[in-house]
């Protein structure tokens, strides 16, 4: 989805989270703005990684 897409509140496939999959398979437990702030907090170093889910449904993203 490109950053310059409005989000359609409407459809559940545009209600895109973004988070940090710690090495040990969990989410990190706080929110991010963006994905480049996702991207700054990740310690890729460490085996995390920037990951972007759906919290209504499983859609494809």
């Known amino acids: 989805m ?3 897409t409005a989000v359609d509140l409407d459809d559940p496939r545009t209600q895109i989270e973004v988070s940090v999959l ?3 398979g969990r ?3 706080r929110r991010f703005g963006s994905r480049a702030e996702a991207e700054a907090w990740a310690r890729p170093e460490d085996g ?3 990951v972007e889910y759906n919290l209504v449904c499983e859609c494809a993203v």
Request: aromatic content about 0%; hydrophobic content about 40%; proline content about 0%.
């Open 22 to 24: 710690l090495a040990n």
């Open 2 to 4: 490109s950053q310059d």
């Open 48 to 50: 995390e990684q920037v």
């Open 27 to 29: 989410l990190a437990g």
